[in-house]
């Protein structure tokens, strides 16, 4: 099993460009979310899916969109990206129910300059 | 709303010494409580979590941390460091019950391990 995927590993945007990062499991998970983890901070919620067509927005959802259009992907979109928006994204997913531990990716590290 | 503190940015010990990575939780209701490692360049690891049952829960790589419900505290241990547990460590808290799916995480404790 590859666990959970992401792509691209590295990005470097320029202010208003647009991008997509897709995260992939293969662990027939029916949750995913997508964090951010800027210095000092810890990981921040962006937006979550806890199944397929489903989405919700998290701690920081300004300026993100997601589509859960199947199970096992989960993507994350910046529409017009902002030097605010540089960060770590991490992806990460895990069984349903409150009490399961997530799983994450190797995250994709933005610059947006 | 939920919150984690983590009140040490910075944490150094000895190898061989005993290692604590401190973590206090506010909640409603009953917590579920998470500890994960975030080695450099990579995604967090699960190390270990508090469901149910004994206060004591035993995790990966011989981590350990103990539920104090009256202190509201997680804290991480093990009793004898390697300089290969230097790393980033976070705490997180989901509740019990409701529709409250988040994970929050603790600001994140970074742990050095001296030879």
């Known amino acids: 099993n590859a666990g959970v995927t992401q792509t691209p590993k590295f990005r470097v945007l320029k202010t208003g460009q647009s991008m997509t990062l897709l995260c992939a499991q293969d662990?027939?998970?029916?949750?995913m979310y997508w964090y951010r983890q800027d210095p000092g901070m810890g990981l921040r919620l962006i937006h979550y899916s806890v199944g397929e067509g489903t989405t919700a927005k998290g701690e920081v959802p300004d300026g993100y969109n997601v589509s859960r259009l199947k199970k096992q992907n989960f993507l994350l979109g910046l529409e017009s990206a902002a030097p605010s928006q540089t960060s770590v994204y991490f992806c990460?997913?895990?069984?349903?129910?409150?009490?399961?531990?997530?799983?994450f990716g190797p995250g994709t590290r933005l610059t947006v300059t | 709303a939920q919150s984690v503190a983590q009140p040490e940015d910075q944490v150094n010990v000895a190898e061989g010494n005993p290692l604590t990575v401190k973590c206090t939780y506010s909640v409603s209701g009953n917590p579920y409580l998470f500890w994960y490692v975030q080695y450099p360049n990579r995604g967090l690891q699960f190390l270990l979590k508090y469901i149910t049952g004994d206060n004591l829960v035993k995790g990966s790589y011989g981590f350990e941390a103990e539920f104090n419900k009256s202190q509201t505290s997680f804290h991480l241990k093990k009793p004898s460091a390697l300089v290969s547990d230097s790393a980033l460590y976070f705490c997180?808290?989901?509740?019990?019950?409701?529709?409250?799916?988040?994970?929050?995480f603790g600001s994140g404790t970074q742990l050095t391990v001296l030879p």
């Open positions: 997180a808290v989901r509740a019990y019950s409701g529709s409250a799916r988040q994970l929050t």
């Open positions: 990460a997913s895990s069984y349903s129910g409150n009490n399961y531990e997530q799983y």
């Open positions: 662990m027939n998970h029916e949750y």
